[in-house]
């Protein structure tokens, strides 16, 4: 793994899950982390189990004045901010489209992308501002192949489109953006689905590693799209799924190869 000692990190999302893995991956690397979350006694909790090299501020994504408060609060502890992870997000809801109000289609909508579009704007500021840096941005493979949430996906592949058209509007600007686009990964979401009562086999099945991902996997990709080994790297829509948005061609000859 590459270090990350000349990096100060700002990562929305920071209480759980992918948010809270890319953290302590980046602080445990030398990094500097700004932990922001909506949920404030969330995001304490992990940036005091960091210790040193860890500061937390409340915001909420989908509201660009909070946005700028808690940059604003973080850039008064941490050293020059040069990176960013956009890891915020909200459950999705699965209702088919006639029975979908437009209010919950809108409100997962606008915590994914506007909540993205928000950070990105904010944290782009300070990354100029400092001389330039890199973000990397949470999408899905629902970006990339249909499911039953309708909004969340919606969302997801608009964060693609928006990273790619920031990877060439901020070109000139020494500001790196990509996306990475996680399948299955193990977090609170998924697990309290499942003390719910969903079963998380099919998914596992059909995955070809055979598992959920895991958080801390998603996190080192983020870390080296975050890092110098990824300095030709931007606008890049990285999969990490364990293969199943591929498992789909084998699957009408039968099961997946043992």
């Known amino acids: 793994m590459t270090r990350l000692d000349n990096k100060s990190i700002i990562v929305t999302g920071a209480g759980s ?42 915001g909420d994504v ?3 004045a909070s946005m700028n408060a808690a940059f604003t609060a973080l850039h ?4 020059r901010i040069n990176g960013c992870v956009t890891s915020a997000g909200i459950l999705p809801t699965r209702e ?8 919950a289609f809108q409100r997962v909508l606008n915590n994914h992308i506007t909540g993205t579009f928000i950070t990105c704007k904010v944290a782009g500021n300070f990354l100029h501002n400092n001389g330039g840096g890199a973000i990397v941005t949470l999408s899905s493979v629902l970006a990339l192949r249909p499911g039953p949430v309708l909004g969340y996906g919606a969302g ?17 600007k020494n500001i790196r953006i990509n996306t990475i686009c996680p399948g299955w990964v193990d977090t609170p979401f998924i697990r309290a ?10 998914i596992i099945n059909m995955t070809p590693i055979g598992r959920l991902i895991r958080s801390e996997e998603i996190a080192n990709v983020a870390l080296f799209l975050l890092s110098d080994l990824a300095s030709a790297v931007t606008g890049a829509a990285i999969v990490a799924d364990g293969g199943i948005t591929l498992a ?4 009408p000859y039968g099961d997946l190869p043992s």
């Open 17 to 58: 899950g992918i948010g809270a893995a890319i953290c302590r991956a980046a602080h445990d690397q030398g990094a500097v982390v700004g932990l922001i979350d909506i949920n404030l006694d969330a995001a304490q909790t992990v940036c005091e189990s960091l210790g040193s090299r860890a500061f937390f501020a409340h």
């Open 62 to 64: 989908t509201d660009e």
């Open 76 to 79: 008064r502890d941490m050293p």
């Open 96 to 103: 088919p489209i006639a029975d979908m109000p437009v209010d």
């Open 156 to 172: 997801k592949a608009a964060i693609v489109n928006l990273t790619q058209s920031l990877a060439v509007q901020w070109s000139q």
């Open 193 to 202: 689905q499942e003390a719910a009562g969903r079963d998380l086999s099919p």
């Open 248 to 251: 789909g061609g084998y699957l």
